[in-house]
C-alpha cells in the first residue's frame, strides 16, 4: 500500500512538471514581441481663418479626396475684386499707341508727298530750292517728334502691362489660397484624432486632424543579435494578439529590419532576457478589424 502511494505521488508530480515545462515553452514560444503601430498623417490647415466647416468625427474613415470642410475666404475674396478692378483701370490707362502716333505719322506722309511735287518742280527748274530744303527738314523734325512719342509710349505700355501682370500675380495667388481653403483629406484612413471644431480660428501649419491607414498595421518588434541571421525583409512570420481569452494569429511580412541597434525598450521581452542591445523589426498585418494601434503582440518566425 505504501508502494503504492508512492508510486502515484511520483505520477503526480511528473504530470506537474510536465504542465510546468509546457507553460514555460508556451510562455517563451515567441521570438519577439512589441506593439502595432500605422502609418499615420497629421493634416494641418494650409490658411488661416474661421473654419466653417469641418465634417468629420473620430473614428471615422475617409477616403482620399474626400471635401470635408473649408476655411472662411470672404477677405481673400473681396481682395481678388479690388485687384480685378485694380486690372481693369490699369488696361483703361493703357496707351493705344497707334492711336496716338496716327496724326504725326499723317503728317509725315503728307509732308513727303508736298517733297515729292516739290523735287519734281525743281528739277523742271520751276520749283524752288529753299522750299524743297524747308520741306526735307521739316519731315526730320516730325520724324523725331514721332520717335520720341512712339518710344514714351512704349515706355508707359510697357509700365501698364508689368503692372498688369503683377495684379494677375496676385490674383493667382489668391486663387491658390482660396483652393486651399477647402480641407480635402489627403489619404485614406481612419480619424484618430481631432483637433479643430467648427466656428475655431485657425492659422497655415496648425493641425486639424490625425489620420491612420488602420487596414494595414505594422507590429514594431525588437529582435536579438543572435536573431539576425533568421530574419530578413520580405520574409513570412506568424503575428499573435490576444483579446482576452481569445488568442488570433494573423500573417505577417517583415517589412522593415533597422540596421543600427538599441538598448531594449522598458517593457519589451526578447528571446534573450539578458541581451540588452536589440534591433528594431517591422512586421506588416493585414487589420481584420480587432487589431488596435498600440495593442501588445508577437511574433513567430516561420521555420
Keep these: 500500500m505504501k508502494a503504492m502511494r508512492?508510486?502515484?505521488?511520483?505520477?503526480?508530480?511528473a504530470v506537474v512538471a510536465a504542465g510546468l515545462v509546457s507553460c514555460g515553452n508556451e510562455k517563451d514560444g515567441f521570438d519577439a514581441t512589441g506593439t502595432f503601430e500605422a502609418t499615420e498623417m497629421l493634416v494641418s490647415s494650409e490658411t488661416g481663418g474661421k473654419i466653417m466647416a469641418l465634417d468629420i468625427k473620430e473614428g471615422e474613415r475617409l477616403e482620399a479626396g474626400a471635401f470635408i470642410g473649408y476655411i472662411d475666404t470672404t477677405q481673400l475674396y473681396l481682395k481678388k475684386?479690388?485687384?480685378?478692378?485694380?486690372?481693369?483701370?490699369?488696361?483703361?490707362?493703357?496707351?493705344?499707341?497707334?492711336?496716338?502716333?496716327?496724326?504725326?505719322?499723317?503728317?509725315?506722309?503728307?509732308?513727303?508727298?508736298?517733297?515729292?511735287?516739290?523735287?519734281?518742280?525743281?528739277?523742271?527748274?520751276?520749283?524752288?530750292?529753299?522750299?524743297?530744303?524747308?520741306?526735307?527738314?521739316?519731315?526730320?523734325?516730325?520724324?523725331?517728334?514721332?520717335?520720341a512719342q512712339y518710344s514714351t509710349l512704349d515706355k508707359t505700355a510697357g509700365a501698364?502691362?508689368?503692372?498688369?501682370?503683377?495684379?494677375?500675380?496676385?490674383?493667382?495667388?489668391?486663387?491658390?489660397?482660396?483652393?486651399?481653403?477647402?480641407?480635402?483629406?489627403?489619404?485614406?484612413g481612419t480619424v484618430l484624432v481631432k483637433y479643430a471644431e467648427q466656428g475655431e480660428v485657425t492659422a497655415p501649419g496648425k493641425p486639424l486632424y490625425k489620420i491612420a491607414?488602420?487596414?494595414?498595421?505594422?507590429?514594431?518588434?525588437?529582435?536579438?543579435?543572435?536573431?539576425?541571421?533568421?530574419l530578413k525583409q520580405g520574409q513570412e512570420v506568424k503575428v499573435f494578439a490576444d483579446f482576452g481569452g481569445d488568442r488570433r494569429e494573423y500573417a505577417g511580412t517583415v517589412a522593415w529590419v533597422s540596421d543600427k541597434s538599441e538598448f531594449?525598450?522598458?517593457g519589451i521581452q526578447t528571446k534573450d532576457e539578458r541581451a540588452n542591445m536589440v534591433y528594431a523589426i517591422k512586421a506588416a498585418v493585414r487589420n481584420d478589424g480587432y487589431l488596435k494601434i498600440g495593442q501588445y503582440g508577437e511574433i513567430v518566425f516561420e521555420p
Design 160 to 188: 501698364s502691362d508689368a503692372e498688369a501682370e503683377s495684379l494677375q500675380y496676385q490674383i493667382m495667388q489668391l486663387d491658390d489660397l482660396m483652393e486651399k481653403s477647402r480641407i480635402v483629406n489627403p489619404r485614406t
Design 264 to 266: 531594449t525598450p522598458k
Design 81 to 147: 475684386r479690388q485687384l480685378s478692378a485694380g486690372l481693369r483701370s490699369v488696361d483703361i490707362r493703357k496707351p493705344d499707341i497707334r492711336k496716338q502716333i496716327a496724326a504725326l505719322e499723317q503728317q509725315i506722309a503728307a509732308a513727303k508727298t508736298e517733297q515729292q511735287r516739290m523735287e519734281n518742280l525743281v528739277r523742271a527748274k520751276a520749283g524752288n530750292q529753299k522750299q524743297l530744303d524747308d520741306i526735307t527738314n521739316n519731315i526730320k523734325l516730325l520724324q523725331r517728334q514721332l520717335d
Design 6 to 13: 508512492c508510486f502515484i505521488g511520483k505520477v503526480i508530480l
Design 213 to 230: 491607414d488602420t487596414e494595414l498595421l505594422y507590429l514594431r518588434a525588437y529582435i536579438t543579435t543572435g536573431q539576425l541571421s533568421r
